[in-house]
């Protein structure tokens, strides 16, 4: 009933810019809040940038002032703008979606290679 579609991941060489996007499956489905997440081969998986109902947002310091995170309610859509991309960039990216009445639901995860 519930399914994230992830989008926009790709190889971009370091300075360079992507924009992931994550689409919740239903028009019906309303955000509450949404952070992007990454995971890194033998890494956890760590909070990249989050935003709440308010639109206030947070970011790990390593990306702070690079990376926006920001939202279409009407597209049930959550996106995070990467710039300044670095080496260090290079992960699976996840969205996580906290919807109105249905709870919290992970993306599939969408690759992002940032080459030196």
């Known amino acids: 009933q519930v399914q994230l579609v992830e989008s926009g991941g790709g190889l971009v060489q370091a300075g360079g810019s992507l924009r992931l996007s994550c689409a919740a499956s239903?028009?019906?489905?309303?955000?509450?809040?949404a952070g992007w997440y990454r995971q890194a081969p033998g890494k956890q998986r760590e909070l990249v940038a989050h935003?709440?109902?308010?639109?206030?947002?947070k970011y790990a310091d390593c990306v702070k002032g690079r990376f926006t995170i920001s939202r279409d309610n009407a597209k049930n859509t959550v996106y995070l703008q990467m710039n300044s991309l670095k080496p260090e960039d290079t992960a699976v990216y996840y969205c996580?979606?906290?919807?109105?009445?249905?709870?919290?639901?992970w993306g599939q995860g969408t690759q992002v290679t940032v080459s030196s």
């Open positions: 935003i709440i109902s308010g639109g206030i947002a």
């Open positions: 996580n979606l906290d919807l109105y009445y249905w709870g919290s639901y």
């Open positions: 239903r028009s019906t489905f309303s955000i509450n809040a």
